[in-house]
């Protein structure tokens, strides 16, 4: 079983619609990020949560702590939004520098 | 923006050739990682280093892989001989630690494809 599953794999929506993908994680952890990639494209950081909610833009990431659990979702999502999100979870400090353990990649994809 | 620089961005070449991918981190981030993504695998670490010294490298296979870090500005990662199974992008990322907060820049990776 993988430290960080996502769920759903793959994800096909229509412009406008609210998104959710999901990240649940097995290990201790320091911090978790969301990452998005483009097709044929570099890995860009969305969002380093450690407790809470971060909203940026039409953005949101969530984490509930004691669950294990992270939600990123996208409001009004526009055919742009089409790429592979990737939750990634860091161990605690005490184990080392921040290494990431990434979860397996959800592939968005927005039509008009 | 700063932006953390890999090059080349693609590769094509002959099994059992060197391969030799170049990163430049971010001036002042002092911990480098190098991943490697395949469609099977996903995103994997295969080594880091802090201050250029090695940290980790336990998910690189050292018979053929070695990761260095010569200076602070540069780090490399060379395959030698190459194998088919090493087709996948490599991603260079440097990290920024703050007081508080920390954060990672990612290049754009090189594209290995080997034949």
């Known amino acids: 079983k993988n430290e960080v599953e996502q769920s759903p794999q793959n994800l096909t929506a229509q412009e406008g619609e609210f998104i959710t993908i999901n990240c649940s994680y097995s290990?201790?952890?320091?911090?978790l990020h969301w990452l998005q990639q483009h097709p044929g494209g570099g890995i860009v950081s969305l969002f380093m949560l450690s407790s809470g909610k971060k909203k940026h833009g039409r953005l949101i990431a969530t984490i509930n702590i004691q669950e294990k659990h992270s939600s990123l979702h996208i409001t009004a999502s526009h055919p742009r939004d089409s790429a592979v999100y990737i939750c990634a979870v860091t161990p605690p400090i005490i184990q080392g520098a921040q290494k990431l353990v990434f979860g397996q990649g959800t592939r968005l994809t927005i039509n008009p | 923006d700063a932006r953390v620089t890999q090059t080349p961005r693609h590769k094509v070449t002959e099994m059992g050739q060197e391969v030799t991918m170049r990163c430049q981190p971010i001036?002042?981030?002092?911990?480098v990682f190098w991943y490697r993504q395949t469609m099977m695998q996903g995103l994997e670490l295969l080594a880091y280093?802090?201050?250029?010294?090695?940290?980790?490298d336990s998910g690189m296979p050292k018979d053929r892989f070695s990761a260095e870090m010569p200076d602070a500005t540069l780090a490399t990662l060379k395959i030698q001989p190459s194998e088919p199974r090493d087709s996948a992008v490599y991603f260079c990322?440097?990290?920024?630690?703050?007081?508080?907060?920390?954060?990672?820049?990612f290049g754009s990776g090189t594209r290995l494809t080997v034949v």
């Open positions: 001036l002042g981030h002092n911990t």
């Open positions: 290990v201790g952890i320091s911090a």
């Open positions: 990322a440097s990290l920024y630690r703050g007081l508080i907060n920390y954060g990672y820049t």
């Open positions: 280093f802090r201050n250029r010294a090695p940290l980790d």
